[in-house]
């Protein structure tokens, strides 16, 4: 009679879920307090039993033990898959959010920077653009927060990411450089690489949006965690224009929807 894996396996559940309580955010796994002292008698009259020379009784202690993991295992596996499905749902409203709060921005850039080609720094309109230019850099800040939050969630972006904000925060201090000292096409070629950059990160959540809709019907059909091909493994510069195209569909679709604030 082997005994030995049940006192292995057991105790690796119990270190699991007081490894959970010590999260700053611990998972709402179900309470499996009367199970768990269940298996652990099982386990205890097995030894016993199998000390006193009673192999039958042991073979049936340590059989209810495993029904007892197994049953326990089933347990923990369907919270955590129903967790991720419900965390995945929110992850991917609130990255038609950010998506969405990108593409609005990426257009309001466009307009402002067409308005700044046609006027010069004596034209009547010129403070309205610089009003405009920095309406855009405030909405943008929002965003930021947003995009640095789902870079520390998903590592395989993080470098994507983290490069284009830093280029958006170093043109948009340009921009405002030159408009203060008059020197509109400087300004320009700015507008045009901050919106560059928008235009990248839009690509790159619309990747990530569609691997996690992906991920999402793979659960719902299979009840089991999908696989996500992260969108930095495809995401390069030689293959933008072919992300323009296939996601197109899609960023039609965030820019269609209502605007959820």
Known sequence: VQTCA?????????????????LEDPLNLPDVTKKADEIS????????????????????????????LQELSSQLQDALNQMEEENLAEDIENLKIILKNLLLLSFQQESTLELG??????????????SSQKAIQNRFQVVKDSLNALAKRQIDVQGIVNKDLKDIEANFSRVDHHYNFGD??????NQQS???????????????LEDMNNRMSQMKGSGKPGQC??????????????????????????IDEPFAR
Do not use: W
């Open 6 to 22: 049940l006192p292995i396996c057991f105790p690796v559940t119990i270190r699991q879920k007081n490894k959970n309580s010590e």
């Open 41 to 68: 008698k099982n386990i205890n009259e097995s030894a016993e039993n199998l000390q006193r020379g009673r192999r039958g009784a042991a073979v049936k202690s340590q059989n209810q033990a495993s029904d007892q």
């Open 117 to 130: 080609k046609r006027i010069s720094s004596r034209d009547p309109n010129y403070g309205r653009v610089l």
């Open 184 to 189: 509109v096409n400087a300004a320009v070629l």
């Open 194 to 208: 901050i919106m560059k950059s928008f235009n990248n990160l839009a690509l790159l959540l619309a990747e990530s």
């Open 229 to 254: 091909k992260y969108a930095s493994q495809r995401y390069s510069s030689n293959n933008k224009s072919n992300l323009k195209n296939r996601h197109y569909k899609t960023l039609r679709s965030i």
